[in-house]
């Protein structure tokens, strides 16, 4: 559903000399302080040189500081005239849920059930893992497995250091998963919160907070930093970055359906919903493609 972020939002982002035309905005959380705004917006916004950020209706300009930001409207202004501001183009990655059953996903699983133990967002344990009980409980992927020709074309498997040889990319190193309870994955996978590692691996929401989670801390269990299977703080970063991306710039990233009951037609959904071409693309990966890719890890 395209526009579906903007919806319900109390923060509002404008260019100073433009200030009926909305740039972008965000849902505030409480975790949101004015410092992480203002990191968020260093990742939104393109700029020639320094800028300030103020809230309109009292003429205060952010600091970064731990205060919490308060709702209203923002103009972002250059401190020099010769400077310019716009939003960055910088591609969102089109993500999807998808539970696939491949070799190299199994032992995913398992690496990532083994280090963890418990949802790492939520701090729920999993008391049945003795007798290898898992229901409720998924193991995540920071950075999507759809998407796993542009981890490699963009160099991210430098940031996992536990590959299994040259020919395996690391997108299923359980250096890019995390351990989540059902219902926080498909969150995390829609973009709707994200971990900061920049600032104490706090858990930011950028929708409603059914779950109680905005400002919840990722458990220690899973970034141990004397573990060698820690979960990677730059795809950690790169997530944080994306869900900057899909929630505050213009009227944001589309929604997806993911709910399709036996019987409907998911296709059909998919193909009039919005970005059908590319979410079409990611779907028929997500379901073939990595049974391909294995193949090139574990020839036969």
Known sequence: MAGRRA???????YHFAEPDK?????KLNPSVTENVFLSMLGILIKASGQYSVTLRSTGYTLKPIDNALQPGHYDIRPHSRKDTISITNEPCILRIISQSSTGRDRSFR???????????????????AATDEW????AAHIFPVSSEDYFVQS???RWVTNRRGNRDTGINSCQNGL????????????????????????????????????G?????VCRNPNDV????????????RQAVLANMRGAGEPVFETDFPPGSDMMGEIISGPEAAKRMEAELFARLNISVNEERVNPI
């Open 155 to 157: 160099g991210f498997s």
């Open 179 to 214: 351990l989540m309870q059902s219902t926080i994955h498909e969150k995390f996978d829609g973009f709707y919160f994200s971990v900061n590692p920049d600032h104490g691996y706090k858990v930011i929401c950028f929708d409603g907070d059914p779950f109680g989670i905005d």
């Open 22 to 26: 909305q740039l972008g905005g965000l």
């Open 135 to 138: 229901s409720g409980f998924h």
């Open 110 to 128: 398992n690496e990532v059930r083994q280090r963890d133990g418990k949802c790492v967002i939520t701090g729920v344990v999993n008391t049945e």
């Open 216 to 220: 919840k801390v990722l458990d220690p």
């Open 7 to 13: 919806v319900g939002r109390t923060v509002y982002l």
């Open 229 to 240: 299977r820690r979960a990677s703080d730059e795809l950690l970063r790169w997530q944080f």
